[in-house]
């Protein structure tokens, strides 16, 4: 009969400890995420950053930004989500160290530049479809302009304007680490293999053959998904002339980034004149944002 009641003591006691460990939260230590920041180009001075902590449970936590390197800068250093205001010309580092009561931390650190080159385009899609519409080089008709994503119920053959609330989550890709509007495809309404589309026209009226020509955007490619055939996410300019024969004169194909989104940065040549500018994704829950042609100084 002793044995027994020590047994039920032990198994109650190992219960107790178990369940009281699981009402604390996890004891891991805290996961963090910072979402892409793209160049701040002047006169803006501010940028918003923006992290996720996780495999916190229940513990209090403890927030500490700090900037390791870059100029004048001003920013609440204890908040999760911050502004930063002031900036100026050159390259800056942040660190983010989030600490719980269980004396476990991590630390995440981000980098970014601020420019004082002249903008050309800056295509953010906050406000508008920026003039893309759909291409000939999609599965969907051409030439229908770019809607949001609420406003279709066939999702299957093109892209959409949305925020990640609004496209379906595909083999548990959602579009995570980008809070503003963007465009995507919504893989997760879509059977079958497609290709989508969206072009614009952009015009230079100034020679940038000389490399003094910059693109920037921001991308979403989480995965290599290449074993279902094609795929792929690439921005293309074509001359202005397009047809179903014509070769782009300049592909840009940013690599795959288990991480999330990213920021893609190249200096390009382009004579002065009028061009397309082709979106195109292959069977894969990619996106862009901030697409921004900008003048090197």
């Given at each position: 009969?002793?044995?027994?009641?020590?047994?039920?003591?032990?198994?109650?006691?190992?219960?107790?400890?178990?369940?009281?460990?699981?009402?604390?939260?996890?004891?891991?230590?805290?996961?963090?995420?910072?979402?892409?920041?793209?160049?701040?180009?002047?006169?803006?001075?501010?940028?918003?950053?923006?992290?996720t902590?996780?495999?916190?449970g229940?513990?209090?936590?403890?927030?500490?930004?700090?900037?390791?390197?870059?100029?004048a800068?001003?920013?609440?250093?204890?908040?999760?989500?911050?502004?930063?205001?002031?900036?100026?010309?050159?390259?800056?580092?942040?660190?983010?160290?989030?600490?719980?009561?269980?004396n476990?931390?991590?630390?995440?650190?981000?980098?970014?530049s601020?420019?004082d080159?002249k903008?050309?385009?800056?295509?953010?899609?906050?406000?508008?479809?920026?003039?893309?519409?759909?291409?000939?080089?999609?599965?969907?008709?051409?030439?229908?302009?770019?809607?949001?994503?609420?406003?279709?119920?066939?999702?299957?053959?093109?892209?959409?304007?949305?925020?990640?609330?609004?496209?379906?989550?595909?083999?548990?890709?959602?579009?995570?680490?980008?809070?503003?509007?963007f465009?995507?495809?919504?893989?997760?309404?879509?059977l079958?293999?497609?290709?989508s589309?969206?072009?614009?026209?952009?015009?230079?009226?100034?020679?940038?053959?000389?490399?003094?020509?910059?693109?920037?955007?921001?991308?979403?490619?989480?995965?290599?998904?290449?074993?279902?055939?094609?795929?792929n996410?690439?921005?293309?300019?074509?001359?202005?002339?397009?047809?179903?024969?014509?070769?782009?004169?300049?592909?840009?194909?940013?690599?795959?980034?288990?991480?999330?989104?990213?920021?893609?940065?190249?200096?390009?040549?382009?004579?002065?004149?009028?061009?397309?500018?082709?979106?195109?994704?292959?069977?894969?829950?990619?996106?862009?944002?901030?697409?921004?042609?900008?003048?090197?100084?």
């Amino acid at each position: 009969m002793k044995k027994l009641t020590l047994l039920a003591l032990c198994v109650f006691l190992t219960y107790s400890c178990t369940n009281t460990e699981e009402e604390n939260g996890s004891l891991n230590a805290p996961i963090i995420a910072i979402d892409v920041v793209e160049t701040v180009f002047l006169p803006k001075n501010s940028v918003e950053i923006n992290a996720t902590i996780s495999d916190t449970g229940n513990q209090t936590q403890t927030i500490l930004w700090k900037k390791t390197a870059g100029g004048a800068a001003d920013f609440e250093s204890d908040k999760k989500d911050i502004t930063i205001t002031n900036l100026v010309e050159g390259n800056y580092s942040f660190t983010l160290t989030v600490s719980n009561n269980n004396n476990q931390s991590s630390k995440e650190s981000i980098s970014f530049s601020v420019s004082d080159a002249k903008v050309l385009y800056n295509l953010d899609f906050e406000n508008s479809n920026e003039g893309f519409t759909t291409s000939i080089f999609g599965n969907y008709t051409a030439g229908k302009e770019l809607r949001n994503v609420t406003e279709e119920t066939n999702h299957c053959g093109t892209v959409y304007m949305g925020k990640k609330e609004d496209f379906t989550d595909w083999l548990t890709y959602s579009y995570e680490g980008n809070n503003s509007n963007f465009v995507a495809t919504n893989m997760g309404t879509c059977l079958g293999y497609f290709t989508s589309a969206i072009q614009k026209e952009i015009t230079f009226t100034e020679d940038f053959s000389n490399g003094k020509l910059g693109i920037q955007f921001q991308y979403y490619k989480p995965g290599d998904f290449s074993k279902w055939g094609d795929y792929n996410l690439e921005i293309l300019i074509f001359e202005n002339d397009l047809n179903y024969t014509s070769e782009p004169i300049m592909t840009f194909t940013p690599t795959a980034n288990p991480k999330g989104w990213s920021l893609y940065n190249e200096n390009i040549s382009l004579a002065k004149g009028t061009y397309k500018l082709v979106i195109r994704n292959t069977n894969a829950q990619t996106a862009i944002d901030n697409i921004t042609f900008y003048k090197n100084n």
